[in-house]
Each structure stands twice: as structure tokens, then as C-alpha cells.
């Protein structure tokens, strides 16, 4: 099973900065990697697959890059609707897995 | 509009069972594999089982292989995950899930339900 691990687990960022999280796989998952964003009482939501592909209707302020085990989710500018839990999740091999989770939060 | 509507959840005994339904519109059902997601409120989210587009090929979690039966009815455009044997450790909201794309492997979920929680309780 692939591990997926991130950090760091609570990132505290102001509105208009940039904020950078990462995702580490235990194996490579080549670029088979995506993230999604999760606010409170809501289900998860496509926001980047294919390591760096944004998914659709998502805003150009959100970018990916990695492959292998290394990869980054940037968000260039965070609007208040920016707010929210972030898993990045493996689909390279069975089981899927996914990261624990970033939670950005308002500094 | 794509659409996933659980139904189903409750609180049910250890031990106990417990059929859950995700009813699909907006997109042709029967061309999509598709998955049961589960969450514990306020921790991660864990990959439980998948079915592949004509329901001939599944696959499971090791913590839930044996004890779960994923099914899906394409002429009714449902997805099922039957739940045995339940545990307090299953208790979490159950998600179905898409596939991004038809006719290929790997791939990510792109439209997820609302989720319906599943308490094992006594």
C-alpha cells in the first residue's frame, strides 16, 4: 500500500498570500497524483489531477507540480473561499490512498 | 447536472447490517466505475471499495474485504454497498464516488455525493 503522507498538518496563511502544501507518496505513483479541497459538512472536490492538470471549473490560482513522491500543491493568491482541509490521494496503485490532510486556516 | 444521492445510513448494533444507495444522474451510469468513500467526522478520508462500470470486477479495503458487498444496478442507475458484521470502527460518513473518466484505470473521483453517516453503536 502506498502511504501517503502531508505537511505540514495546519498551515496558518493571510488573505492574498501565497500558501505552499506538500505531499509525500511512501513509493512512486509516477504522476497519478490529485487533490482535493474539503470545506466543513461538504464532500471533497476535484481540484488537481494528473499531478499539475487543474480539474474542471477550478480557478488558475491553483497549481500542482511533482512526480514520483514529491508533490506541491500552490495556492498563488488565497481568497476567503480558500479556507479549507486539502488531501492529496494516490491513484497510481489499489488501494487509493490519501494524505492525511492540510487545513488552511486564517492567520 | 451530475448528481449522487446516498441514502441509508442510520444507527445500527454491532454485528449488525446495513444496505447503503447512491443514486446516479446526469451521466451515463453505466459507462463509470465507481467507489464508496468513508470519513470519520473531523479525521481523513479512506478508500472502501470499488465496481467497475457492468458490476463484473470489485475490489475492497483489506478492512472491510469479506464483511462488504459493493453492487450496482445499472438499469436503475444505483450504486450499492452492502454492510455486514459491523463494527464501531466503521462509523463515518460513507461517500459514493465517480470516476473521472470512462475507459481507463487510473483515474481520480471527480463528483462525490453528500454522504450519509453510518453509526455502529449500542
Request: hydrophobic share 35%.
Amino acid at each position: 500500500e502506498r502511504v501517503m503522507t502531508q505537511s505540514p498538518a495546519t498551515l496558518s496563511v493571510s488573505p492574498g498570500e501565497r500558501a505552499t502544501l506538500s505531499c509525500r507518496a511512501s513509493q512512486s505513483v509516477s504522476i497519478n497524483l490529485a487533490w482535493y479541497q474539503q470545506k466543513p459538512g461538504q464532500a471533497p472536490r476535484l481540484l488537481i489531477y494528473g499531478a499539475s492538470t487543474r480539474a474542471t471549473g477550478i480557478p488558475a490560482r491553483f497549481s500542482g507540480s511533482g512526480s514520483g513522491t514529491e508533490f506541491t500543491l500552490t495556492i498563488s493568491s488565497l481568497q476567503s473561499e480558500d479556507f479549507a482541509v486539502y488531501y492529496c490521494q494516490q491513484y497510481n496503485n489499489w488501494p487509493r490512498t490519501f494524505g492525511p490532510g492540510t487545513k488552511v486556516d486564517i492567520k | 447536472e451530475v448528481q449522487l444521492v446516498e441514502s441509508g445510513g442510520g444507527l445500527v448494533q454491532p454485528g449488525g447490517s446495513l444496505r447503503l444507495s447512491c443514486a446516479a444522474s446526469g451521466f451515463t451510469f453505466n459507462s463509470y466505475w465507481m467507489h464508496w468513500v468513508r470519513q470519520v467526522p473531523g479525521k481523513g478520508l479512506l478508500w472502501v471499495s470499488r465496481i467497475n462500470n457492468d458490476g463484473s470486477s470489485t475490489d475492497y479495503a483489506d478492512s472491510v474485504k469479506g464483511r462488504f458487498t459493493i453492487s450496482r444496478d445499472n438499469a436503475k442507475n444505483t450504486l450499492y454497498l452492502q454492510m455486514s458484521s459491523l463494527r464501531a470502527e466503521d462509523t463515518a460518513v460513507y461517500y459514493c464516488a465517480r470516476d473521472l473518466l470512462t475507459g481507463y484505470q487510473l483515474l481520480p473521483f471527480d463528483y462525490w455525493g453528500q454522504g450519509t453517516l453510518v453509526t455502529v453503536s449500542s
